[in-house]
């Protein structure tokens, strides 16, 4: 394949200059004191072979591939944060760089065989990323040169730069939806977690969107009416929790929903009551799920920024960052399912 590509060499002919000459143009130095017409025939030429620059015999040079490793566990076959990839490269496009992507299924042995090949092609640096946000061990063969986590913090005393989401803020956000449409002492939440909210190494974002629910309704004087636990974040376990906060004495006027899926089976418990969102009962949310749009009423809900998360991750690792969190905002997808209360 590489036999008949143009070289260097072939180019600084075409364009009769040296091959020095020609190379600084191609290279954009300054105090060539060629002429103008003299760029023009080395671009020209360039054009017309379809040069492309020998980027190993440029690294040698520089040091640099421009190539960045992205690592992941989960990330590249999930529909829904596919986002963090497509951020990532566009981002690395823009600056010139390609993106070498992997994902190892949580299989160590894997990893490190994958982390082994990135970097014996001289990547630029490691982008390391989860699908769930939450602290994680970072292998040790990446710490050598520059590394962003992207969805992620890591253990150890030393710590990375990291890109999260801000939950915190996307918490207060929901919480301040509700308050402004009159909900008050009956508002309920669904998804308390031990195990998400005590266990950093499984999520970091239970219990940042907690500290910014209860601060926001503390801020207001406002206490929850109840809060349900669920075993897991899924359709069926917002169903029963609906169920039962519909067969308590003090029915709520809005539920705050800890992710989209424990929304869409509250949906379900309240069309089988008889009951209609927003005019029953207000719901709001975390994550913005494509189907989250799709119920009806669309479900108002806090959008995770997976796109401006992939992209602010490549910008830390080419221009550099320091070791605190990088946190990106949530934005509210404001739909129909919350009104004010009922009577």
């Known amino acids: 394949m590489g036999r008949n590509r143009a070289t260097l060499a072939d180019?600084?002919?075409?364009?009769g200059l040296s091959k020095t000459a020609a190379s600084m143009v191609l290279n954009g130095r300054e105090g060539t004191r060629l002429s103008a017409e003299a760029h023009q025939r080395v671009f020209a030429a360039a054009e017309e072979l379809g040069?492309?620059?020998?980027?190993?015999?440029?690294?040698?040079?520089?040091?640099?591939?421009?190539?960045?490793?992205?690592?992941?566990?989960?990330?590249?076959?999930?529909?829904?944060?596919?986002?963090?990839?497509?951020?990532?490269l566009d981002a690395a496009r823009e600056r010139d760089h390609v993106l070498l992507i992997t994902e190892t299924q949580g299989d160590a042995t894997f990893e490190q065989y994958a982390i082994e090949a990135m970097l014996d092609r001289q990547v630029d640096g490691v982008i390391y990323a989860a699908m769930a946000t939450r602290r994680l061990t970072v292998p040790a063969a990446i710490l050598g040169g520059p590394v962003v986590l992207l969805?992620?913090?890591?253990?150890?005393?030393?710590?990375?730069?990291?890109?999260?989401?801000?939950?915190?803020?996307?918490g207060r956000t929901v919480a301040t939806t509700l308050l402004d449409q009159g909900h008050r002492d009956r508002?309920?939440?669904?998804g308390r977690n031990r195990l998400k909210e005590d266990d950093a190494e499984v999520s970091l974002a239970a219990r940042a969107r907690l500290r910014g629910i209860h601060q926001a309704l503390a801020d207001a004087g406002v206490d929850l009416l109840t809060e349900c636990f669920c075993?897991?974040?899924?359709p069926e376990h917002g169903y029963a929790a609906m169920r039962t906060l519909l067969g308590r004495p003090v029915r709520?006027?809005?539920?705050?929903?800890?992710?989209?899926?424990?929304?869409?089976?509250?949906?379900?418990?309240?069309?089988?009551?008889?009951?209609?969102?927003?005019?029953?009962?207000?719901?709001?949310?975390?994550d913005d799920d494509p189907i989250a749009a799709w119920l009806r009423p669309g479900l108002s809900t806090t959008a995770l920024p997976h796109e401006q998360m992939g992209r602010r991750a490549v910008e830390i690792l080419l221009d550099g960052g320091d070791a605190e969190a990088s946190l990106v905002p949530m934005p509210l997808r404001r739909?129909?399912?919350?009104?004010?209360?009922?009577?």
């Open 252 to 286: 709520p006027t809005a539920i705050v929903c800890m992710n989209d899926r424990l929304a869409f089976g509250a949906y379900q418990a309240l069309a089988e009551a008889g009951l209609t969102v927003p005019d029953d009962l207000s719901v709001v949310s975390f």
């Open 187 to 190: 508002i309920a939440l669904i």
């Open 51 to 88: 040069y492309r620059p020998n980027l190993a015999a440029r690294s040698l040079r520089t040091r640099k591939t421009a190539t960045i490793a992205f690592v992941s566990d989960i990330v590249a076959t999930t529909r829904f944060a596919g986002g963090l990839i497509r951020g990532a």
């Open 151 to 170: 969805n992620a913090t890591s253990t150890g005393p030393d710590s990375l730069p990291c890109v999260l989401p801000d939950d915190e803020r996307a």
């Open 231 to 234: 075993a897991e974040w899924l």
């Open 11 to 15: 180019v600084a002919r075409r364009a």
């Open 335 to 343: 739909r129909r399912s919350v009104a004010a209360p009922a009577g």
